[in-house]
């Protein structure tokens, strides 16, 4: 077989929402923007309602529809990017909630769909998306007065636990929303970690859900296994791949396995990668390929039939260093090409 298998462990997502709800003061939700982090909203997205969540949170109003074909009526739905013109009859049909994020929006949102649920996103210190502090004190009777269900938030800098950008935010959010008897949320997977402070009414976990960092007590939860399609002598001074990349300083022998960037394993990974076979590293050597990738296996006494790249020996994160990237980019790369398989 060539093509790679994506393995999915969806018992592994469930045990992490229950430990990151575990830990949480209010209530759990889940993020499953981008596919549910590349990993698939439609296997996704039940586990995570059967486990207990009811809010779900999606980037875009397109993700909204996909996800609440695949929920089914019931769990909140609710739209980081708020409400874009023209999205009106899709919030309406597919019961969303767009988290309001501007003065715009709000007009747009009652105009169209008056009556229609909606949140509310006030910018404290990011910068990138929500109310400031200016606007919503001129908007907050007015936004008040339509009955927001939410109140959001977000954090710059949680995965960086001494960061005093946290406390500035917190604060922040406090003096925005004190007095207000509406749910309020601010805290992601690394606001979870931050502590009961940072909690709220709901917290919004995404990357800690599909086992990355900061959460370090997640369980994995994907395991990439790339099939060697051929293996080779290499003589010393040799050279593989394209642009000559790596020379062979001894005489090697190279494993070709299936998989390269166009599979999201990206080209920048290259040079101190490593794959392993059953727990023992073996360096990635050359280029990245579109579809291929050369690993150097002179250490291991068998031939492989497949090398790993993902897995129980190598964390998302740890391959996210190699290309000098982070877990999230690594998951939402994963390509359309592998053949998935969902533990369940
Ligand atoms: C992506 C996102 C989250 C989830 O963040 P994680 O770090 O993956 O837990 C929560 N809230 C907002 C606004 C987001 O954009």
């Known amino acids: 077989m060539t093509t790679a298998t994506l393995t999915i462990d969806l018992h592994a997502i469930a045990a992490n929402w229950h430990m990151l709800n575990r830990m949480s003061q209010g209530q759990t939700g889940a993020v499953v923007k981008a596919d549910a982090y590349g990993l698939g909203i439609d296997r996704v997205a039940p586990v995570l309602a059967q486990e207990g969540a009811r809010q779900f949170f999606v980037a875009t109003t397109k993700e909204g529809v996909a996800l609440r074909r695949v929920l089914g009526p019931g769990p909140a739905i609710n739209l980081f990017a708020g409400h874009m013109p023209g999205d009106a009859e899709k919030i309406r049909s597919a019961q969303l909630t767009p988290m309001i994020n501007s003065v ?17 996103q006030l910018n404290t210190g990011m910068n990138r998306l929500g109310m400031d502090a200016s606007e919503w004190g001129a908007l907050r009777d007015i ?12 954090l ?6 001494g960061h005093k950008m946290n406390a500035a935010q917190l604060k922040s959010f406090r003096d925005m929303t004190a007095g207000l008897k509406i749910p309020l949320s601010l805290g992601a997977t690394g606001g979870i970690l931050l502590g009961a402070d940072y909690h709220f009414s709901l917290t919004r976990p995404g990357i800690g859900l599909y086992g990355g960092l900061p959460f370090v007590d997640a369980q994995p939860v994907v ?19 394209y642009a000559c990349g790596w020379i062979a300083p001894r005489p090697s022998r190279i494993a070709t396995v299936s998989g390269g ?3 999201g394993l990206i080209r920048a990974m290259g040079n101190g990668a490593t794959m392993t076979h059953n727990g023992t590293k ?8 579109m579809d291929l990738i050369t690993v150097d296996i002179t250490t291991l006494t068998d031939t492989p039939g497949h090398l790993q790249l993902l897995g129980q020996h190598q964390s ?6 190699f290309a000098g990237t982070i877990g999230y980019e690594i998951l939402t790369s994963l390509g359309p090409r592998y053949d998935r398989v969902y533990l369940t």
């Open 282 to 289: 073996v360096p990635v050597v050359g280029r990245v390929s």
């Open 104 to 120: 715009d929006q709000l007009i747009g949102h009652v105009e169209t769909l008056p009556g229609h649920p909606f949140g509310l």
């Open 261 to 263: 960037y166009a599979d």
């Open 156 to 161: 710059a800098c949680a995965d960086e636990p």
């Open 143 to 154: 936004a008040l007065s339509q009955h927001p269900r939410l109140i959001i938030s977000h």
């Open 223 to 241: 395991t990439l296994d790339l099939p060697v399609i051929q293996v080779r002598e290499v003589p010393a001074g040799g050279s593989v791949g």
């Open 316 to 321: 998302v994160d740890t391959v996210a260093g």
